[in-house]
């Protein structure tokens, strides 16, 4: 990877992505490719800090599309966890409504429609691994920033400073950097995950296991849903959604650090559902809580010259399949627009890069924001729309 050549904006400039998500490891990879001076500030304290979350999957146009122009996609195929593309759906009473499991449908890069899934925590190695020895600087939990002449000085939570000319911020649904580009506040979608990790599904509650069968599990009736999915070396991840009212965690008078209290809750919650799926309550020592946001689609704000955002940070919004494959094409359009020689300054870069990352992510929200309330508290309608939509 050569230096910056010409007269490319970044040339002679220090870049500061802070968040090492998807988001931010896709663009430190892509604008070293192209030969900008690159650091990424992550919070973790180290690579070997666990990724929390299960499986995601990586599409033909967005995260697969960004992976080829990364030149990762041959890594990619080496590390994507075969099979977990396949979807069950089953009913409140274990009952299997739907299973891809032995369609004996090959995987087909080349098929549009072929969503291959990866484990978080195996993309963030392969996206580490791509990048430049040090690139990452770990325990390095940003708390603000100030403008000294044309660039930033960064301060973390660990007493350390950086300097950056430019700073991007790929540091999540919370993000700290959000606030020096827009004061836009996310809103509540109404729907409320509690999520929990099994480490050793196949001895703590065999009959889930088999049940999910190495695929992506929906267990669904009207008004609540499960959802289940298996984790790089044998694990479980699970979802258990339905509609709360805003500040319902806050509100209730449940202690989600209380495995036992959490446990009774989602018993007596799901009290109607087959015991089956109580073992995997049992089977988890430690549930997250997880009201899910959003930003408004049709938040806009004026580029500055020196900040801006990708993924989450930009645009949250309920899970729906596309988070990772967004952030992934914003950091592809954002080192597009940063590397370009046509744009006159950083100020216009950054201008041209935020309209589109807008633009699409409005159409993606809206989409999202529709479907969550579908699969949180599905109706027998919504459920009948979901297979038919599989089975076609
Ligand atoms: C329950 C659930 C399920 C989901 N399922 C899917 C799915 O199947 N497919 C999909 O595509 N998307 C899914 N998403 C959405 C997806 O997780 C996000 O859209 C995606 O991870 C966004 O990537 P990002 O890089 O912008 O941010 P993140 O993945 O959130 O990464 C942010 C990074 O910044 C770091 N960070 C945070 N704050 C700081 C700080 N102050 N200083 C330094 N570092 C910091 C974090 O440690 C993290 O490494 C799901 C989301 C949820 C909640």
């Known amino acids: 990877m050569e230096g910056i050549k010409g007269d490319n904006l970044l040339k002679d400039k220090k870049v500061a992505i802070l968040g090492g998500g998807p988001g931010g490891l896709t663009l430190a990879r892509l604008l070293q490719l192209k030969g900008a001076e690159v650091k990424v500030y992550e919070r973790d304290f ?10 995601v999957d990586l599409h033909f146009d967005s995260g697969l599309k960004v992976m080829t122009a990364a030149g990762l996609l041959d890594s990619f195929k080496n590390v994507y966890m075969r099979g977990a593309d396949k979807y069950r759906i089953v009913n409140k009473e274990a009952n299997i409504y739907l299973d891809e499991t032995n369609d004996g449908k090959e995987d ?16 963030r ?10 690139t990452v600087v770990w325990d390095s939990h940003f708390l603000s920033m100030e403008q000294m002449n044309d660039s930033w000085e960064l301060k973390f939570k660990n007493g350390t400073t950086a300097f950056a000319d430019i700073v991007i911020g790929s540091d999540g649904h ?3 950097v959000r606030p020096y580009v827009t004061d836009i506040q996310s809103l509540y979608s109404g729907t409320t ?3 929990g990790e099994i480490e050793n599904p196949e001895s703590a509650c065999p009959e889930m296991y088999n049940l999910v069968n190495n695929a992506n599990l929906l267990a669904m009736d009207i008004g609540k849903t499960i959802a289940a999915q298996p984790m790089a070396g044998g694990g479980l991840t699970f979802y258990a959604a339905s509609l709360y009212p805003e500040n319902w965690t806050k509100n209730s008078s449940i202690n989600f650090n209380n495995p036992d209290e959490v446990y009774a809750y989602l018993v007596d919650y799901y009290k109607k559902w087959n015991p089956v799926f109580f073992t995997l309550f049992k089977a988890c020592k430690q549930f997250i809580v997880r009201p899910l946001n959003y930003f408004p689609i049709d938040q806009h704000w004026e580029a500055k010259s020196n900040v801006t955002l990708i993924g989450d940070a930009a645009h949250l919004m309920p899970p729906s399949g596309e988070g990772v494959n967004t952030a992934m094409l914003d950091a592809f359009d954002l080192s597009e627009c ?22 699409r992510a409005a159409v993606l929200a809206k989409e999202a924001i529709e479907s969550i309330q579908d699969f949180a508290s599905p109706s027998e309608q919504s459920i009948k729309e979901l297979i038919e939509m599989f089975q076609s």
């Open 338 to 359: 940063l590397c370009n020689e046509e744009f006159n300054d950083l100020k216009t870069a950054i201008a041209a890069y935020e309209n589109k990352m807008r633009s």
């Open 193 to 195: 995950i509690i999520q």
């Open 46 to 55: 180290n690579k070997e800090s666990r990724v929390q979350g299960a499986i």
């Open 108 to 123: 087909d890069f080349n098929n549009e429609n072929f969503r291959p899934e990866i484990d978080r925590g195996v993309l």
């Open 125 to 134: 190695n392969l996206l580490i691994d791509a990048l430049l020895p040090d």
């Open 174 to 176: 919370l993000s700290k």
